[in-house]
C-alpha cells in the first residue's frame, strides 16, 4: 500500500463522521473494511455504508456486497485508474446500489464529490450530482454534510 496524502486521511474522517451523525440505526457507517464482490474478487472502499444486520460482532473483518448500501472511494495520485474505473464497475457489478467518487480539485484543494447511483436496467452507475462545498443528498439516506476547504482545514 502507497503512503497516502492527508487530503485523503481527511477527508474519510470528515464523510465518516458526517455520515455518522445522521446515519439511521438500521446502517452503520465504516472504513477501510474488506467487502466480498465475488467468489474471486474484494474490495475495501475508504467508507461503506452496511446494512446494520451485517455488523454481527467485533470479530467482523469482511461484508457482503449485498449489505453494501454506499461505497466511497477518495482518489489518490497511485489510485487513480482503480478508482476511476475498475473499483466502479466491479461495484456496480455486485449490486451495490450507491457509489461516490471524491477527488481534490480547485486552488484551496477542496474535496469535490461525485454522487453516482446503480441503474438497474444497464448495472452501471449514472452520475447523479456533484458537490463542491457542501454535500446533500436523499440517498442512501438523507445527507448534508460540509466538505468545503474550511471544514476539511478545521479537522
Known sequence: MSPQRLFHSTVIDLLVTGLRSTAPAEM??????????????????DVSVVRAEAV?????????AADILLAVEVVS?????????????????????HFWL?????????????V??????????????IHHDRLKT?????????????ALKAL
Request: aromatic content about 6%; hydrophobic content about 30%; charged content about 25%.
Open 56 to 64: 454481527t460482532g467485533p470479530d467482523v473483518n469482511r461484508y457482503q
Open 28 to 45: 452503520k457507517v465504516r472504513r477501510q473494511m474488506t467487502v466480498v464482490l465475488d467468489r474471486r474478487n474484494g474490495s475495501e472502499p
Open 77 to 97: 495520485p497511485d489510485s487513480e485508474a482503480r478508482d476511476h474505473g475498475t473499483k466502479p464497475h466491479r461495484y456496480a457489478t455486485a449490486g451495490i446500489p
Open 102 to 114: 471524491v477527488e481534490m480539485t480547485g486552488t484551496d484543494q477542496h474535496p469535490v464529490v461525485r
Open 138 to 150: 436523499g440517498v442512501p439516506f438523507p445527507v448534508d454534510i460540509d466538505i468545503s476547504a474550511e
Open 116 to 129: 453516482y447511483e446503480l441503474d438497474p436496467v444497464t448495472k452501471a452507475y449514472a452520475l447523479t450530482g
